[in-house]
């Protein structure tokens, strides 16, 4: 068990939004000394600003790892990227992890790995299974090789999170905010209908961290929720008023399936364009001027409409990743109620100059 | 200061050189290899040597080889070359830049500076005196004065075509994704200056050269906790002028500029070289193409390099040497010494998120 200030924790994937904030968290709190893996020092940028340990560790690279793993006690495995990444990734570090003889290993998983056709209460007994997302799957793949190095005797942690959000958070906060702010995201219907599982992004980290502390958590896994079981509609209601912009539109299910259908064929359209002529439109838009502008509305409206994936798979999906494991192993109890994690996003939101 | 220093710069004589210039490509990182070694090759008329200098010779020797139609040789410090050079690009991490350029002024090289010119101002005026003294010239890569649309924009603000300058407001920001060699932005504590000293070095400079001389400072405000900061919020006024800088590695911001007069407004984008808008008291828009219309960074950097290589063979004078960035520098020193954090409530809440392990 971890029990002293002066060990280390690496954090891998430390330049995302997940990794980062375990590693302000470990910073600030003194919970223990961090080394920050990135894969390029491009990713860097946030982390930095701390003044604290930072490593080159591309998970693809065995020798950066196990240069990034010296002194290390402990592994928070954050990174994530394509499928080779997250499994072969995955496998290095525990690889290295292993042949240091690390005390604890915590995967940072996904509830994704029950895949998307799921209802009603899942629990961490429900089996993982792969499904037409290459990230649920790989994810899967990589869970399978934790398992298979928990045998072999190293101690591993897995969490599997559902909607992380919160400050940092490109998906659930930044992006979702600039679809709210376009004015036209609306509220759903039956298609927004399914329960968002939102987790602010330090519950997440809090209940991670404490498990390096417990016994009890080796060779299990843990789902993280939040203190709000909400629907996905009234998760853009409450953001867009924190945000204080005007009520949200009701779409009805019609009508949203038919823009997204709309949007989805133009998104293709513009992807086998984007294939076949990246370099040409590349330059273009680099390039400034009007057609850069035309090309970048197009992009904004794209955005700005759900896609076809997005309403059948997860704002209509009527599943609750149930976390009593994590409250009665860990003593985990979620410390941000979505009002109080949307204001904070907000506050972000202002300090990034995303919102004025 | 910077209209002593001004004063002290020598004017110097144009004395054509004949025989071809030495030149030292110090620092070879990511800059020197995607723009200073490319552009060098293009303009390599007056160039009869190459010499690259890093203290990683592999490194070295892998541009050196990439190098066609001059000749090269490598070395891992400038002081290994000193004597034997005429000109010297310097591309290292800011913070070296006197380190390095002073011995060469010294010795009569003609140095041409990556932005910033220097950390502080204190060791760019100590440049610009080493340089005034040995009558070497210094220049400083400050591309955006050569942007066909900001030159147009100062053009127009010094005659008067807006009007009284009120506020101007310039929002620039991208994800950090410089391909950095070393890392040195971040890595081992080797700098604690971020996206102040880096984009701020454009911004501020571009606001000093606007608008002739040096703002006064109000506020800054940056997100560092002894780190190099990734934010950095800068409020500035001069006369009735009132100019707000936001800066950021950490996001995408809007990256642009807006000028607002008692008889109009410019507004434009960073990112576009070439074109911006006015729109005159009346509402009535005007778009603006400055010639060239089209140009990118491989032409801002021939012209540069070009320009150097030509002062240095005593054919022309610098497009911005040295004493003219010094008031964004001094801005700059300023706000550093002048900084306070940022608002973080996310960051207030840790300590309440977890305890110590003990």
């Given at each position: 068990m971890l029990q002293s200030a002066d060990r280390v924790i690496l954090v891998t994937g430390g330049g995302g939004f997940i990794g980062n904030r375990f590693a302000e968290v470990i910073h600030l709190s003194r919970f223990a000394r961090v080394r920050v893996g990135v894969r390029r020092w491009a990713s860097a940028a946030r982390a930095a600003r701390f003044s604290i340990d930072i490593a080159l560790c591309d998970v693809l690279d065995p020798r950066q790892i196990a240069s990034a793993m010296q002194g290390v006690d402990a592994v928070v495995h954050c990174a994530v990227g394509d499928e080779r990444v997250i499994v072969d990734g995955t496998r290095n570090v525990l690889d290295a992890a292993a042949r240091n003889r690390v005390s604890r290993v915590l995967h940072i998983s996904t509830a994704e790995v029950y895949g998307s056709n799921v209802n009603g209460r899942v629990d961490e007994t429900r089996p993982c299974t792969t499904t037409g997302s290459p990230y649920a799957n790989a994810k899967t793949q990589a869970e399978q090789l934790v398992w298979q190095y928990s045998s072999r005797g190293l101690p591993v942690t897995i969490f599997r999170p559902s909607i992380v959000y919160g400050p940092w958070s490109d998906q659930w906060t930044a992006a979702l905010a600039e679809r709210l702010r376009s004015g036209r995201w609306r509220q759903y219907a039956r298609y927004g209908e399914?329960?968002?599982?939102l987790v602010y992004v330090d519950d997440l980290v809090a209940a991670a961290l404490s498990s390096i502390r417990s016994d009890r958590a080796v060779g299990e896994a843990f789902n993280v929720g939040g203190a709000d079981i909400v629907t996905w509609n009234e998760y853009f209601d409450r953001f867009n008023q924190a945000m204080g912009l005007p009520p949200l539109e009701v779409r009805s299910a019609q009508r949203t399936k038919a823009k997204s259908i709309a949007a989805g064929a133009v998104r293709t359209t513009a992807q086998l364009l984007l294939a076949r002529h990246r370099e040409r439109l590349r330059d273009l838009s680099e390039r400034g001027g009007w057609v850069s502008e035309g090309m970048k509305g197009l992009k904004r409206w794209m955005n700005t409409t759900p896609s076809p994936s997005e309403l059948?798979?997860?704002?209509?999906r009527r599943a609750i990743y149930d976390w009593s494991k994590a409250q009665r192993l860990l003593d985990y109890r979620p410390a941000f109620d979505l009002d109080r994690g949307l204001r904070l996003s907000v506050d972000w939101l202002r300090y990034a100059g995303l919102l004025n | 200061m910077t209209a002593v220093l001004s004063s002290v710069e020598p004017a110097r004589l144009l004395r054509p050189r004949l025989s071809p210039l030495r030149v030292a490509m110090i620092g070879c990182g990511a800059i020197a290899e995607t723009h200073h070694l490319p552009a060098l090759e293009r303009n390599?008329?007056?160039?009869?040597h190459i010499v690259l200098v890093d203290p990683d010779l592999r490194r070295a020797q892998t541009l050196a080889s990439a190098l066609s139609g001059v000749g090269t040789t490598i070395a891992a410090s400038h002081e290994e070359v000193w004597d034997d050079i005429d000109a010297a690009i310097i591309a290292t991490p800011p913070r070296l830049h006197a380190e390095i350029a002073m011995p060469l002024l010294a010795r009569g090289v003609h140095v041409f500076c990556e932005?910033?010119?220097?950390?502080?101002a204190a060791d760019a005026i100590t440049m610009i005196e080493r340089a005034a003294q040995s009558r070497a010239w210094l220049c400083v890569n400050?591309?955006?004065?050569?942007y066909p649309a900001l030159k147009r924009v100062k053009d127009l603000l010094a005659l008067g075509t807006i009007g009284e300058c009120l506020s101007i407001e310039h929002r620039e920001g991208f994800?950090?994704?410089?391909?950095?060699?070393?890392?040195?932005?971040?890595?081992?504590?080797?700098?604690?200056?971020?996206v102040l000293l880096d984009q701020g070095a454009h911004a501020l400079d571009t606001i000093c050269w606007w608008l002739g001389g040096k703002p006064r400072l109000v506020s800054c405000q940056t997100d560092s906790f002894g780190g190099p900061e990734g934010v950095a919020n800068v409020t500035l006024e001069r006369d009735r002028c009132a100019i707000t800088i936001a800066l950021s590695w950490l996001s995408t911001l809007s990256n642009t500029y807006r000028i607002v007069g008692t008889r109009g407004t410019i507004e434009g984008s960073t990112t576009d070289f070439c074109r911006f808008t006015l729109t005159d008291d009346r509402g009535r828009v005007q778009h603006i193409e400055a010639p060239p219309a089209r140009c990118d960074y491989h032409d801002l950097f021939d012209l540069f390099i070009a320009n150097f290589l030509d002062a240095a063979a005593g054919r022309a004078v610098p497009l911005v040497p040295g004493t003219a960035s010094l008031p964004g520098i001094e801005l700059m020193d300023e706000c550093y010494r002048a900084a306070s954090r940022l608002p973080m409530p996310w960051l207030d809440t840790l300590p309440h998120v977890h305890a110590p392990i003990r």
């Open positions: 399914g329960t968002c599982n059948d798979d997860l704002y209509s | 390599a008329g007056p160039v009869g932005k910033p010119l220097a950390e502080s400050q591309t955006r004065r050569s994800r950090f994704a410089w391909p950095s060699v070393s890392g040195w932005h971040f890595a081992g504590g080797t700098s604690a200056r971020g």
